[in-house]
């Protein structure tokens, strides 16, 4: 059987206000195997941020199925999510203030989550540990304005795993960054990965990104519309950090896949759709040949 650590199916997620309802997932299925490194695209209201958002116990699901690390999202009261959101996920932002408190060292600031547990000795030698993994060690006593954006942003990794979550959760972690700072940043999600065996999830507009892990789910009108896999020809390169920069915007890396869901629907490509001159509620013709299904533009009457 496959371990899990994200099973979701027909995920919906509805906004409410006095004058508006707003659906943010429509049916979303997904489903995450501990101990993997992947990411999530979409266009902006896709949905992608409110199922990260939900995923971290910053929001609660409307309806469907979730379950992560064998918790019910749907069941927990408040003191569980309290414990969930301590013990289970950390979250990486992109906007380093809500990581960071700018009066801090680096070093006080991956030990400021850790309060709660272990001696002061235990809890620094923990802090140091983890500043080293992502290679920022030496710049333990330094505050943030004495850190360039990239710097800021690892240390804000140190942070989210000061107490060892079995499920990171990075929203655009690349975004105010350059290539080169983009693919260390990459680097340290591939070596937590590794070292401490933490399943990695980054929700990204970056699709250059996108190409440098294994995994892609792209979540179109909050529903997965399709996931992209990388082709076995390009394992190699994805461990060697030296050939990330060598990765073009145009060079296929990765194969894509349509998503078909327990119900037997599947969403075109926007482009496919264009192609056959039809909009989102049209008919249809469907045909089965040679072992393929064929979807055709209905004939002009």
Request: charged share 25%; proline share 2%.
């Amino acid at each position: 059987m496959r371990d899990l650590i994200i099973d979701c199916e027909n995920l919906v997620k509805i906004y409410k206000t006095r004058d508006i309802e707003v659906l943010a997932l429509q049916g979303l299925d997904l489903q995450v195997e501990r101990g993997e490194v992947m990411a999530i695209i979409g266009n902006s209201g896709s949905g992608k941020s409110t199922f990260l958002n939900i995923l971290g116990g910053l929001d609660r699901p409307s309806a469907g199925k979730l379950e992560v690390d064998g918790k019910n999202l749907f069941k927990l009261n408040t003191k569980e999510l309290v414990a969930y959101q301590r013990d289970t996920v950390g979250f990486v932002w992109q906007n380093n203030a809500r990581n960071l408190l700018p009066y801090l060292t680096a070093v006080q600031n991956v030990l400021l989550p850790m309060q709660i547990t272990g001696t002061e000795a235990q809890k620094r030698a923990r802090a140091l540990e983890l500043l080293e993994l992502v290679g920022m060690d030496h710049r333990a006593n330094s505050r943030l304005d004495q850190l360039s954006g990239g710097e800021q942003q690892r240390i804000a990794i140190a942070i989210s795993l000061a107490n060892r979550p079995k499920l990171l959760l990075a929203d655009e972690p690349t975004g105010s960054v350059d290539l080169k700072n983009a693919a260390r940043i990459l680097e340290i999600f591939r070596t937590v990965n590794r070292q401490l065996g933490t399943t990695v999830v980054i929700v990204t507009h970056d699709r250059n990104m996108a190409k440098m892990v294994e995994r892609v789910v792209s979540i179109r009108d909050g529903k997965t519309s399709s996931e992209f896999l990388v082709r076995q020809d390009y394992v190699q390169r994805l461990q060697d950090i030296a050939g990330f920069g060598e990765i073009s915007h145009e060079e296929q890396t990765q194969d894509e896949f349509a998503v078909l869901d327990r119900a037997g629907r599947l969403q075109l490509p926007q482009d496919y759709l264009e192609r056959l001159g039809l909009d989102g509620g049209k008919r249809v013709r469907l045909s089965f040949t040679d072992g393929k299904v064929e979807i055709t533009a209905p004939d002009k009457e």
